[in-house]
């Protein structure tokens, strides 16, 4: 099985700051990799598929980026909204989720 | 819009449960369906997914042979039947679409259902 490894596992931040999560996978994925935003009691949502392609309706302050291995997922000028745990997802092979990252304000 | 409504049915006998997905806003048959659940604390688990037809089913090895993914096609309806749960299985169970046929990622999902099992 596909393991995914995000980091940091809690990031504090402040609004507006730029952050940058990571998502390892213990085999190549190729871009078969999604992002998702996950707030307290709401359905989870898709930001990022395809490794860096923006899903429908997300503001382009999140990006997504990388291959193989390694993937990052950013988010520029942090809002208050953005606050909540993101999730890394593969099918290159089944599917998996990464543990969860959870952003928090500093 | 896109609307997927999660509910819980307790089987008689009380050890089995079924789930069902409502899906409403698109062409129900033209997208994989998935289960993905979350233990209270824990990240997001994939359990289930489900082809276009039916006809091809997945599951995740800690609930094979335990759980029954399927569709109703004709009344918009994913299911997934639980049986010998487990105290482990408590959750919040999220159905998700994908964008189509094939299972891939998710690009909407339920709100949740909680399931609580009895030890």
């Known amino acids: 099985d596909i393991q995914l490894t995000q980091s940091p596992t809690t990031l504090s931040a402040s609004v507006g700051d730029t952050v940058t999560i990571t998502c390892r996978a213990s085999?190549?994925?190729?871009?078969?990799l999604a992002w998702y935003q996950h707030r307290p009691g709401k359905a989870p949502k898709l930001l990022i598929f395809?490794?860096?392609t923006l899903g429908p309706g997300v503001p382009p302050r999140f990006s997504g980026s990388g291959s193989g291995t390694v993937f990052t997922l950013t988010i520029t000028s942090l809002q208050p909204d953005d606050l909540g745990t993101y999730y890394c997802?593969?099918?290159?092979?089944?599917?998996?989720f990464g543990q969860g990252t959870k952003v928090q304000l500093k | 819009e896109v609307h997927l409504l999660e509910s819980v049915e307790v089987q008689p006998g009380g050890r089995s449960l079924r789930l069902s997905c409502a899906a409403s806003?698109?062409?129900?048959?033209?997208?994989?369906m998935t289960w993905v659940r979350q233990v209270p604390g824990k990240g997001l688990e994939w359990v289930s997914s489900?082809?276009?037809?039916?006809?091809?089913?997945y599951y995740s090895d800690s609930v094979k042979g335990r759980f029954t993914i399927s569709r109703d096609n004709s009344n918009n309806t994913l299911y997934l039947q639980m049986n010998s749960l487990r105290v482990e299985d408590a959750a919040t169970y999220y159905c998700a679409r994908s964008p189509k046929r094939v299972i891939g990622y998710f690009d909407f999902w339920g709100q949740g259902t909680v399931l609580a099992v009895p030890s």
């Open positions: 085999q190549s994925l190729g871009s078969w």
């Open positions: 489900i082809s276009v037809s039916g006809a091809t089913t």
């Open positions: 997802q593969q099918f290159n092979n089944n599917w998996t």
């Open positions: 395809q490794a860096s």
């Open positions: 806003g698109f062409s129900f048959i033209n997208h994989a």
